[in-house]
């Protein structure tokens, strides 16, 4: 059981009921990748970790650097620079890899590094903006603009960054190193 269940369920026995979701809303892991800083609800955020060794997984695209062995489990790792189309750098001891849990499937994002955990409110997440063509890039896996005090962190959508025939590559793979 995790620490938060734990809670619930003290909570609700003392008779104050104890949302996780509630808790959670509006809240964001933000994370630095290229000049810009991005969000990622947390609700989807595992745990973060240091950078550890990759399996490189053959005929895969780019920015599906591999799997990693995390505490028995095998996962799939996406490096987020890649997948927008940036150039690779190397890592350093401030890039981490951020664990989420998507649609039941757990993958690894490499990342630059680890901003804050930002509360955003509604009414302050604004569309992404359609100017041409040109601004397709990284844009497109984004689902709308948050504003933080005198900063914008731009909020990704799981569901575009990780297309769902990635996912199954990700998956067959992981089925595949189990056996």
């Known amino acids: 059981?995790?620490?938060?269940?734990?809670?619930?369920?003290?909570a609700a026995d003392l008779g104050f009921?104890?949302?996780?979701?509630?808790?959670?809303?509006?809240?964001?892991?933000?994370f630095k990748c290229g000049h810009e800083y991005f969000g990622?609800?947390?609700q989807y955020v595992n745990e973060i970790i240091q950078m550890q060794p990759i399996t490189p997984v053959p005929?895969?695209?780019n920015y599906i650097k591999g799997?990693?062995?995390?505490r028995g489990k095998i996962i799939p790792v996406v490096d987020v620079r890649l997948r927008f189309g940036l150039p690779e750098t190397e890592y350093n001891d401030r890039t981490c890899i951020?664990?989420?849990n998507y649609n039941a499937t757990m993958i690894g994002l490499?990342?630059?590094?680890?901003?804050?955990?930002?509360?955003?409110k509604d009414q302050d997440i604004l569309p992404p903006p359609t100017i041409s063509r040109v601004d397709q890039g990284n844009r497109k896996y984004i689902y709308g603009i948050g504003k933080v005090g005198e900063t914008v962190k731009l909020?990704?959508?799981p569901d575009k960054l990780l297309r769902d025939e990635d996912l199954a590559a990700a998956e067959q793979t992981m089925i595949i190193e189990e056996e």
């Open 1 to 10: 059981m995790s620490e938060t269940t734990n809670l619930s369920n003290v």
């Open 17 to 30: 009921p104890l949302d996780e979701r509630d808790d959670q809303k509006g809240k964001y892991m933000t």
């Open 40 to 42: 990622l609800k947390i």
């Open 59 to 61: 005929e895969t695209e």
């Open 67 to 70: 799997l990693i062995n995390l």
């Open 98 to 100: 951020i664990v989420i």
């Open 110 to 120: 490499v990342v630059e590094s680890i901003a804050e955990v930002a509360e955003i």
């Open 155 to 157: 909020l990704l959508d």
